[in-house]
């Protein structure tokens, strides 16, 4: 649930970037924080691990406009991808307002995918939040391998692995070049925002 700041009338909202190990998630937010720097009044912190090149990003206010008069700002993490740091990934989901999927495109790592998001539905689950439910959007990243003779998955065979159910917003991507990263970040600031007025509305703060 968004952070409610009642003397600065601010709303703080957070955003999680989750996906298999080396899928592309710390691509996406590298690409965001020097893209979008004017718009960031924060430092990007990296922890950095043996085995894993990054725990989590900490963190990335947006002044996005406002939601029943209250400036709203979007916090961006991601979470690292090896299951054996699983319980950082719970913790950084932790009042989580949305969720961006990072699926990786090349063909070898499609069982990598679909198990990262059963985990990703199993620890929302945790703290009673239902993947059908919550602001998700999908990125079908690293589209630019097929362009260096590397075999990707096509989307159609992506969205039926990992989006049939779902049907959430999907977009193919290329954390590398910026191809349709910002156009990602914007969808689901979007759809967070959205749920967020109906949640203000419904009292559910």
Do not use: H
Not at 17 to 24: A, E, K, S, T
Not at 129 to 156: A, T
């Amino acid at each position: 649930m968004a952070f409610i700041n009642l003397k600065d009338r601010v709303i703080q909202a957070k955003i999680v970037y989750y996906g298999p190990g080396r899928c592309g998630k710390t691509t996406n937010l590298e690409f965001i924080y020097s893209k979008c720097r004017e718009q960031i009044n924060s430092e990007m912190v990296t922890v950095k691990t043996q085995g894993d090149r990054t725990l989590f990003f900490d963190f990335f206010p947006f002044d996005i406009g406002k939601i029943a008069g209250y400036d709203v700002k979007i916090q961006l993490y991601t979470v690292p991808g090896q299951v054996k740091y699983n319980s950082t990934r719970r913790l950084v989901l932790k009042g989580v307002d949305g969720v961006v999927f990072v699926a990786d495109s090349e063909a070898e790592r499609r069982s990598k995918n679909i198990s990262s998001l059963m985990n990703l539905q199993e620890n929302l689950a945790l703290y009673n939040k239902n993947i059908f439910e919550m602001p998700l959007v999908i990125q079908y990243n690293k589209r630019d391998l097929k362009k260096q003779g590397i075999e990707v998955l096509d989307v159609e065979t992506m969205e039926r692995d990992l989006n049939v159910e779902l049907k959430a917003p999907s977009f193919e991507a290329s954390a590398l070049d910026g191809d349709n990263v910002v156009a990602t970040l914007k969808r689901i600031i979007s759809l967070t925002m959205s749920s967020l007025e109906k949640e203000l509305e419904n009292g559910d703060w």
